[in-house]
């Protein structure tokens, strides 16, 4: 049976075709997941055929995506249409200074900013955009805090499709926007939320027939669970006790739920991790989510608010996903305020790693789940570091100079201030400055 489109609703469960272009259910509304028959016998092969394929230059065994095909198994038989920049293949680190701060005998850090674009998101572009081309859509669009737009402009453009980017006006970062200008994505700046561009951008879709690449796409969900895939297979298989990753629109949160529980279903490990999902305190719908008690109705943020610009997001999609997956591997999600976030990446980056802020939201909330008795210290802790250190610098520089100041105009402490100094062209003083000998 080929691989298929379902309801998530439980009560729904409607089945729909993969040549369909949707994200929605028509039928009642709800999000839609890609579902594949698995050979369960094949599984027990594929560890051992995912090692081999380490050995060789074909590309799509080089992506540290597309190894793991099998899983992956989405358009009917062939993988014809992947377009790969050689994605995944991101290193695990530990970071000893980060594990004290956290209170932690160790962390270990899937770090995604090692993607050819600088973050996560092209675990499951180079998926979204192999859909669109087997679809034959020429135009494809998301709307994006920025990380989004410079995957989607990568791969698209590689694959020859005309590339659509919407970002909140003055709200993403540099490095972000320019990566969308340098991969010839056209590019609108929208004076209203990622929450409100993204009704805009659907409307838009639908009208002319552009292929929509945000996290509601399905396929896109797909490829992101290469993420842990790759981490457990980097791990020998072991499960680590914790896996913790920031949330914003839900779309990681949602994925690294659903390849864990395929991981599990198909014997590849022998228990689910359990996700910490953390929040910027000023975005944090998710965190008062998990708090009501019978999941009503959705606590959405109208004006959500951080510097961790990435994951400034008040309403999001994945939600419903997201809620399932935490509750189903005894997860937790945790908020951290604006100094938190500031201080933990400025720690990251001391341990020579380094991420964008909202990746340092992590750590930041590792500190207080540990603090709180949530994460015991010798727990096996790996966290995923979402994005590249240089998609922020803006943030960096302001921080280690004293001047970053939180979206109310507060000035944060820069407890780990590490000041440029101006020095004079003069041997003598620049060594009176350095003081003593090595
Ligand atoms: N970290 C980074 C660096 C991100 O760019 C994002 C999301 C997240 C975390 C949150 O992940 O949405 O799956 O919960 N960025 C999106 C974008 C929204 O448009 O680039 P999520």
Redesign the pocket.
Known sequence: MPAALLCFEPNCRTEYSTSAVLYNCPKCGGLLEAVIDYDKEDAKLWKDRWRQRRLTNDPLDVSGVWRYREMLDLFGGGFENVVTLREGCTPLLSGPRAAAYAGLDGIVFKHQGFNPTG???DNGMTCGVAQAVKLGMKRVA????????ASMAAYSSAAGLDPIIFIPNGNISFG?LSQALDYGARTFQVDAN?DEILALVRVLAERMGIYLL??INPFRIEG?KSIVIEMLDQRDWKVPDWIV?????????S?FGKGLRELLALGLIDKLPRLAVVQAEGSAPFYDYVRQTDFSAFPTVKKPETLAT??K?GD?V?YPKALFEVLTTGGVVERVTEQEIADAKAVIGACGIGS?P??AATLAGLKKLVAAGTVRADADVVAVL??NVL?DPDYIYKYHTGELDDPKGARLTSRFANRPVVVPNDPEQIAALLGGKN
């Open positions: 973050s996560f998101k998301c709307v994006s805090t920025g990380n989004t737009s972000k990622f945000n996290s992101q990753l920031p949330g914003g629109n839900l779309g990681n949160t994925a990435a994951i997001i999001p994945s964008e909202a990746s979402t994005g998609k």
